[in-house]
């Protein structure tokens, strides 16, 4: 009978502090946002199992994930495409995997930003490592870790503090740790950085409307893109040599069975895009790329409708650009026959 009322008193404790730590955060502005992690990336990457040669993936960085919205793309195309991109990464991993670990012979959209498509082949490298992660993630993922995503989804649909929020904005215990500071702890110098997208199941990304309508919010996160590009003068230089030379292996390979691979450099602007012409200029690094790599390849800065689009915080596109940028960027590819429009056959 004791342990039954302990019992009890516990779970009503447990409901009531849970009820005042949610109530807390919504009143702080946070709302549920689903976590990208490498459980959810992998529901994308178990989809290119059965995918046939009339599918489509993309992968890339940030980039691709934020500016090519798959509602605009499927409207175009009658395609909804598979999307394998992951913030902060190089696009070759994956890549890579996909060649080699599947028979896939449709179509992939590679975006190509400079400072992280060229970066490195180290396996212990930042860009490489993070991508890497997912791909190892998903081939020795276990049944148990599958259904705890799936029982987790309904709770980080609803709970705030179940969900995913980053850098300056996060709220898990570990991030609420490491905020407080403790004598001359030595805190990261990287400047405080607010989470600007909204992610959904199928990994549609979205910019946060605040990071538009507040100067002050994407200012923030131009401030972290300017320290990377800082960092950058002092680190290794891009490896220009090992990178193309491990993504035309692989493309080759892919087109020998069929495949079709398209190169994309999304828009940029300000600071940033200042930063990309002078540490990566397009003659030396895109242009080379595509020179070599011989398949259709889209240049934002190469289209009237394109050239002169700005980003709110100089690296991506706002949700209302991104849907212009992708529903006109399939018409082009249409009009040139890089891709096909299902709807229409």
């Not at 148990?144 to 709970?159: E, R, V």
């Amino acid at each position: 009978m004791k342990l039954k009322l302990t019992l009890i008193v516990a779970i009503i404790i447990t409901i009531i502090t849970s009820i005042f730590w949610e109530s807390y955060w919504r009143s702080q502005g946070f709302t549920q946002t689903l976590d990208d992690n490498e459980a959810l990336w992998s529901v994308q990457r178990e989809r290119v199992e059965n995918a046939t040669s009339d599918n489509m993936l993309l992968m890339g960085s940030s980039r691709v994930l934020f500016d090519i919205q798959l509602n605009e793309w499927e409207t175009q195309t009658g395609i909804r495409p598979i999307q394998l991109a992951t913030v902060g990464s190089s696009p070759l991993p994956i890549f890579h995997d996909i060649v080699n670990n599947t028979k896939f012979n449709g179509t992939i959209l590679v975006g190509a930003t400079p400072g992280l498509f060229f970066s490195t082949t180290n396996p212990e490298a930042q860009p490489w490592a993070w991508p890497q992660a997912k791909v190892d993630y998903f081939h020795n993922r276990t049944y148990a870790q599958q259904l705890n995503h799936l029982l987790s989804i309904p709770l980080q649909k609803s709970l705030v503090f179940m969900s995913d929020h980053q850098g300056v904005d996060g709220i898990k215990l570990k991030e609420l740790i490491n905020k407080i500071h403790v004598g001359n702890r030595v805190l990261d110098p990287m400047p405080p950085f607010h989470e600007f997208g909204e992610i959904e199941m199928d990994r549609n990304l979205k910019m946060k409307p605040i990071t538009v309508t507040d100067t002050a919010y994407a200012n923030s996160v131009i401030k972290v893109w300017q320290f990377f590009m800082e960092g950058a003068k002092n680190g290794p230089p891009p490896d220009k040599d090992a990178t193309m030379a491990f993504f035309l292996k692989d493309l080759n390979t892919f087109k020998a069975r069929g495949g079709n691979v398209l190169l994309l450099r999304c828009p940029s602007s300000g600071s940033v895009r200042m930063g990309e012409k002078m540490g990566l200029p397009r003659t030396d690094f895109w242009d080379d790329l595509v020179k070599q790599a011989k398949v259709p390849a889209y240049h934002f800065e190469d289209y009237d409708q394109f050239k002169n689009l700005t980003c709110p915080e100089e690296s991506h596109l706002s949700h209302k650009d991104a849907r212009f940028f992708t529903t006109e960027l399939a018409k082009i590819m249409i009009k040139d026959k890089a891709i096909t429009n299902k709807k229409t056959n």
